[in-house]
């Protein structure tokens, strides 16, 4: 059992240590008050396209990671009660 223990730590921090990479590299994702007066618009066709940017594979990448994240946790708390 110690030995998945480490193994899954192992992965733990190398998945801490990809999704802290991930957020530092994303760029503010909304142009705030100044979108609105230059009139971005929500139907053009990088934000029909927005999955295929690389902007949108970091995204997906980041949220697969949470999810990734939140299931070693809630792991190594059951393994760590064991």
């Not at 998945?4 to 991930?22: E, Q």
């Not at 590299?25 to 705030?32: F, L, M, P, W």
């Not at 029909?48 to 970091?58: H, I």
């Amino acid at each position: 059992m110690k030995i998945v223990k480490y193994i899954m730590m192992a992965i733990y921090a190398i998945v801490c240590l990809a999704l802290i990479i991930l957020i530092l590299k994303q760029n503010k994702g909304e142009g705030g008050a100044s979108g609105t007066i230059v009139g971005a618009s929500a139907n053009n066709f990088y934000e029909k396209n927005k999955g295929k940017t690389v902007e949108g594979r970091m995204k997906n990448s980041t949220i697969a990671l949470i999810i990734i994240f939140a299931i070693l946790t809630l792991a190594l708390g059951i393994i760590y009660i064991i």
